[in-house]
């Protein structure tokens, strides 16, 4: 079992910066996905960024590309997303995922969560 605990949100302008931290609760192996999610009300949960934790890749929606860096420090068993330039439409909660294999952009591809932070950003 894999714990996941999100920290970071807030309230910032548009155009400001924000770090989001994903703690694990153990060492996670190198063939595992970590994936950053975000969620408004009423809709689904949507990809935003993901990696293994060999880091050999990152991948990115569209919506954030170029504006959000994903990243990970193995000594302390975090995942990070750097978000800069944020907009308006960026505000949602933000969640961290973890599975066993591949990133995938599905949410329902992933097995554990964080309990999510709050993003907003105002205009």
């Known amino acids: 079992q894999v714990q996941l605990v999100e920290s970071g949100g807030g309230l910032v302008q548009a155009g400001g910066s924000l770090r989001l931290s994903c703690a694990a609760s153990k060492r996670s192996f190198s063939n595992t996905a970590m994936g950053w999610f975000r969620q408004t009300p009423g809709k689904e949960r949507e990809f935003v960024a993901g990696m293994m934790w060999s880091g050999a890749n990152t991948y990115y929606a569209d919506y954030v590309k170029g504006r959000f860096t994903i990243s990970r420090d193995n000594a302390k068993n975090t995942v990070y997303l750097e978000m800069n330039s944020l907009k308006p439409e960026d505000t949602a909660v933000y969640y961290c995922?973890?599975?066993?294999?591949?990133?995938?952009?599905?949410?329902?591809?992933?097995?554990?969560w964080g309990q999510g932070t709050q993003v907003t950003v105002s205009s």
């Open positions: 995922g973890a599975r066993s294999g591949l990133v995938k952009t599905d949410y329902y591809e992933y097995n554990y």
